[in-house]
């Protein structure tokens, strides 16, 4: 029988096992082991007391201490042994102390400190235990209560449950885990001070019994079960509760945050359930107070992290909680590392929370208010904070802050001025966090008095029409004179001024109001029902000193013409009051007041002047929403795609609450369509993202114009979404236009462009009616960018686009004409080059189609418009496109414009205008070319090579129109840089059908067996060169002596004259002729490198020397086509 047991020297020397003393060891590689546990399990199911028996005892601590060379059916055993002897010996206990036989409960002290001790031992030991595939599942560990000493029954169940078992099982210990602490909860329940009379001998015992709990806890695995983590908790809390634990656990949790992450968030839902189920809060309030006084250093990540996630729960569960030492915690926001400032600003948006959602008395109500008004101020505080991670926490907890049920139109205000600022940012994470808390600063808005828009022009006129009312109900009151009932009145308004007037010094204005009388202040109180009204006063505060202070920062963002006005008259009525004496009191002039005071409703002033508060905040909120336009249009240009994304988010957002300038930022964004969305990203971000750059664009682009809305009938979805493409168009620069096209081309692959879409885009253009030209324009622009994706939505409408974008709508708009010529193109498909393959796609129509017809027409159409050009650009771009021979129809262009350029024109008699009135213009000539504005030049000079002999003496038959020389100009440039690129399409074709007669051959030859006869060709290939070095040799033959140098060349005969215009502008001085001729010249040295070598001076003598900025742009940008 063991006489005498120390419980804690028996503890302590457990942490040297290996020089534990065991008086009565057992060799396990020569004993059984379940032999020796079974003559254990029988002794102690038969008395749970023979524990104390020294030999059974012993054999428990033998197999403990050998756990490693154990299997775990026979651990599954020892745990079941001895948890229904702790479960039979506890019952025993608990009704001796019930019976009060004191020397009967003593006598169980022993034998519970014994099992108390095997407990804690077999739970640090269960973890060296392999588990064999022969070990069969343990039976779990006795909880229900038996009658008498049932523990040998309990350990019969127990091993018949394991025999029944599949060998194949293993037995693990996480099993088991539920089960024992329950029973720890069991014992917890204990009256352990009728037992242990002395507090250490108590101690030991709890801190015993208890450390299984704690030893679990360590396990991150463990922990991670829902059903183990609560029976911890319950352990921990019942010893604090009934066994004065309350420093061990104080100590055990502070020890787990410095050593153990994982439990950071347990141990805060532990501290309460301490707190809330049983109503011990003292230990979270001694942690707290212990966090407070620590110092973290800014290298040591680890454990600052761990007791913020701690304070980040903890404020979660329990912010009232925190809310009492917060005083003390605040000290940490200036800790050098930067894991305990991103919690304390959760921590601080987690009481702001509590203390909204707390509805009180008024008092406390008041109270409440001030405290998240300094709460606040300490969260705008950390927007200078110097790391990144903690200002992006500030707005993550801002953003949160704007889903509460209140509104705080005050610090909504201060909020937003600091998201703004916070976009010009160096960090991309706080950058795209603050896009993100404007987005949702604007989505959770309280300005709904117009349907929740927020248009600046509707809110001003709103403004002024209060501003009016105001005055109005204010000069009523105010034309009376001092009456004795109407003092406290006065004084009262008299104080407001003084207030007002304070306002304007900031924070003095507070302090000045503090002072005011009693009276003043039950107007106050009297003033909080207004706060009711349901319209426009839902979302105020009913605190009047707020609202003064709300009056205080709006007013310096009202316009001077709203805010001037409307203190001068009240310093004017002022004064007014203050001369006359009682003794010239107008006694009409009070009765008169009395009469419009009796008249007004209750609060009518009141609610007025709210209405005028909340006016002036959401006008405030709108201009500071407006002045974010510009930097977030710097965010759609970031590197970082997260912030692109919420950049684009934000403009959606404002658009839908109709910001006027939010469509800069939607026109602006449409450029993303070039950005690859594979680019700069790992599996991390894009899961985060949820989609790329390109589809965020095109799903804001779809939603705000492409998508049916409801309440609409199908008509008129389908009008509504056809004027929203029509207008993409409307007003866009050359680069908008391409990128417009990019997305139509990916929305008409996809189809999700609808049929009647697009039927509706052709009724746009063949309408007979007088529409505007934008639309017209607009909707084949349209057309044309949907072909790129699906040529049938033009191939099946040609004959429309002939007869009204080449007839007489054309003629007399040349821009519809040029986009209609641009639609055209599509026509050949837009298959695009695979590099290094010789096929070409692309259609050819005869030239004897109506199609080429029609632009012979609308291109000799006569015409002096400016627009001329890039139509006839077009026009030459089309016909290079679809034509199999293009260059026949060029030649007769080039001819006919000649005979019209060069044909001698008789000039016109000058007729007197009476009244000296000025001649008549030309309806179409350019701005620049004023009528007869003709060149007189020597066309001799010009075309000697060509035109010999064939000076004139009379300098009046020497005369041309510079307008019509200038259209023959532009197409002789354009036509020659076209047949460029004609040649090598030429080219490719020759080669690909060399390859083919080759292949042909090639397999012929197979087929007679003549393989060395090719094999010898080949050979010869290499030596002499193949046949497509000759091809290409004789294609650059054309373009380099032929074109420009050729005796039979057409354009041979314009070089010359291009070089002489260039080279004389004071002979040639039409604006439009230099600009076409330059341009020309420039694309002639593109053609042949031998005019390149000889002219090329020329062109750096005209960047030079010409006065012209769009002469000097054209020719810096062809020095780069020249150059290669």
Not at 410 to 418: E, P, W, Y
Not at 558 to 579: G, Q, V
């Amino acid at each position: 029988m063991i006489s005498s047991f120390d419980l804690r020297i028996e503890v302590e020397a457990l942490q040297e096992l290996d020089s534990y003393d065991i008086p009565h060891d057992y060799d396990l590689t020569t004993e059984d082991p379940e032999r020796l546990l079974e003559a254990a399990v029988e002794a102690v199911a038969d008395s749970s007391s023979a524990i104390i028996d020294e030999q059974v005892f012993d054999i428990y601590r033998c197999l403990l201490k050998h756990a490693d060379a154990v299997s775990g059916s026979v651990m599954s055993k020892l745990l079941d042994s001895i948890s229904s002897g702790l479960l039979a010996e506890l019952e025993a206990t608990m009704r001796d102390v019930e019976l009060g036989d004191q020397q009967s409960y003593m006598a169980h002290k022993t034998p519970l400190e014994l099992y108390a001790f095997l407990l804690q031992w077999f739970v640090t030991a269960a973890e060296k235990v392999k588990a064999t595939e022969d070990d069969a599942p343990p039976p779990a560990a006795a909880t229900k209560g038996r009658r008498g000493r049932g523990g040998k029954a309990g350990a019969e169940r127990g091993a018949g449950r394991g025999a029944a078992s599949k060998k194949n099982e293993s037995w693990t210990w996480q099993d088991q885990i539920p089960a024992t602490l329950g029973l720890i909860v069991k014992v917890l329940r204990l009256q352990t001070q009728r037992i242990w009379t002395t507090t250490a001998e108590r101690e030991d015992f709890i801190k015993t019994i208890t450390r299984p709990a704690y030893h679990v806890a360590e396990n991150e695995q463990y922990m991670k079960k829902s059903d183990i983590k609560l029976w911890v908790y319950k352990v921990i809390c019942l010893s604090v509760k009934h066994h004065g634990q309350s420093f061990a656990v104080h100590i055990n949790i502070i020890q787990f945050l410095t050593f153990f992450e994982h439990l950071s968030e347990p141990m805060a839902e532990c501290l309460t359930v301490l707190a809330g189920e049983y109503d011990h809060a003292q230990v979270g309030d001694e942690i707290l107070r212990d966090i407070a006084g620590k110092t973290f250093n800014a290298q040591d990540s680890k454990g600052p992290r761990a007791f913020a996630r701690f304070l980040v729960k903890f404020a979660e569960l329990a912010p009232r909680a925190i809310l009492k030492q917060l005083s003390l915690l605040l000290d940490q926001l200036d800790s050098e590392s930067y894991p305990m400032r991103q919690a304390l600003v959760e921590v601080i948006g987690s009481i702001i929370t509590e203390l909204s959602n707390t509805s009180t008395d008024n008092d406390n109500s008041k109270t409440a208010q001030k405290q998240i008004s300094g709460l606040f101020d300490l969260l705008l505080e950390r927007t200078l904070d110097i790391s990144s991670y903690v200002r992006t926490k500030l707005l993550q907890v801002l953003a949160k802050m704007c889903d509460l049920k209140p509104k705080f139109p005050k610090q909504r205000l201060a909020i937003t001025s600091a998201a703004i600022a916070a976009l010009a940012d160096k960090g991309a994470t706080v950058r795209k966090t603050a896009a993100a808390l404007l987005v949702k600063l604007l989505e959770t808005h309280p300005y709904r008095t117009h349907g929740g828009m927020l248009q600046l022009d509707v809110w001003q006129a709103e403004y002024q029409d209060v501003c009016k009312e105001l005055e109005k109900i204010e000069g009523k009151i105010g034309n009376a004179v001092e009456k004795p009932e109407g003092e406290e009145e006065e004084e009262e308004e008299e104080e407001q001024e003084d207030d007002e007037e304070e306002e304007g010094g900031g924070e003095e204005g507070e302090s000045g109001r503090k002072k005011k009388s009693k009276k003043s202040k039950v107007k106050k109180e009297d003033s909080m029902d207004v706060d009711t009204e349901p319209e426009d006063n839902e979302d105020e505060e009913s605190d009047e000193e707020d609202e003064d202070e709300d009056d205080a920062k709006m007013a310096v963002n009202e316009d001077d013409e709203n805010a001037t006005p409307k203190k001068k008259p009240k310093k004017k009525k002022k004064h007014a009051k203050l001369k006359p004496r009682k003794s010239q009191l107008n006694v009409a002039a009070v009765t008169e007041e009395q009469a419009v005071l009796a008249g007004l409703e209750g609060q009518e002033l009141q609610l007025m002047k709210l209405r005028k508060k909340y006016f002036v905040e959401g006008l405030a909120f709108i201009r500071q929403i407006e002045n974010a336009m510009e930097p977030m249009g710097l965010l759609l240009g970031s590197k970082n795609k997260l912030e692109v994304a919420e950049a684009i988010e934000f403009f959606k957002v404002a658009h839908d609450y109709e910001f006027e300038s939010a469509k800069v930022g939607i026109r602006k964004m449409l450029h993303l369509i070039w950005v690859k969305d594979n680019n700069n990203s790992g599996p991390a971000e894009e899961a985060k993202e949820g989609k790329g750059v390109r589809q965020k664009l095109l799903d804001c682009y779809r939603g705000l114009y492409f998508e049916a809305i409801e309440g609409l009938q199908p008509k008129e979805q389908v009008s509504r979404i056809a004027k929203n493409l029509v207008e993409r168009t409307y007003e866009t620069t050359l680069a908008e236009l391409t990128s417009l096209e990019e997305m139509m081309r990916i929305m008409s692959e996809e189809e999700q462009i609808h049929q009647d879409v697009i039927s509706k885009l052709w009724q746009i253009y063949s309408s007979k009616q007088n529409i505007p030209s934008q639309q017209r324009r607009g909707a084949i622009i349209i057309l044309g960018m949907l072909a790129l994706g699906r040529r049938s939505v033009l191939s099946d409408r040609v004959d429309t686009l002939l007869k009204v974008g080449l007839g007489p709508l054309g003629k007399a708009d040349l821009t519809l004409a040029r986009y209609t010529c641009v639609a055209l193109q599509r026509l050949n498909g837009s298959a695009k080059k695979v590099k290094g393959s010789l096929l070409d796609k692309t259609m050819r129509i005869e030239m004897t189609n109506p199609i080429f017809r029609k632009l012979q027409d609308a291109v000799n159409h006569p015409c002096r418009s400016r627009e001329w050009f890039g139509f006839a650009e077009q026009v030459i771009n089309t016909v290079y496109a679809l034509g199999e021979h293009p260059d026949v129809f060029c030649n007769e262009l080039i001819k006919k414009f000649t005979i019209k350029a060069f044909t001698p024109r008789a000039p016109k008699p000058a007729v007197p205008k009476p009244n000296n009135e000025p001649p008549e213009t030309d309806p179409d000539a350019m701005a620049e070319d004023h009528p007869g504005d003709f060149t007189q030049n020597s066309l001799d000079t010009a075309t000697q090579d060509s035109t010999p002999g064939t000076q004139q003496g009379d300098k009046e038959k020497d005369v041309g129109d510079a307008f019509e020389l200038s259209q023959l100009l532009f197409i002789v440039g354009h036509v020659a840089i076209k047949q460029i690129v004609f040649l090598e399409l030429v080219e490719r074709e020759w080669k690909r059908q060399k390859d083919e007669k080759q292949a042909a051959e090639k397999l012929a030859a197979k087929a007679k067996g003549t393989d060395k006869a090719s094999k010898d060709g080949e050979e010869l290939d290499q030596v002499a060169g193949n046949a497509e070095d000759e091809i290409g040799d004789r294609v650059a033959g054309v373009r380099e002596t032929e074109m420009l140098y050729g005796t039979d060349s057409l354009l041979a005969m314009y070089g010359p004259m291009v070089v002489h215009i260039c080279g004389s502008p004071h002979k040639f001085k039409s604006p439009t002729l230099r600009a076409a001729a330059t341009l020309s010249f420039s694309k002639f040295l593109c053609v042949s490198s031998q005019f390149c070598d000889q002219n090329h001076r020329l062109l750096f003598k005209i960047l030079e020397t010409s006065k012209d900025a769009n002469i000097r742009s054209n020719i810096v940008i062809a020095l780069g086509d020249v150059a290669v």
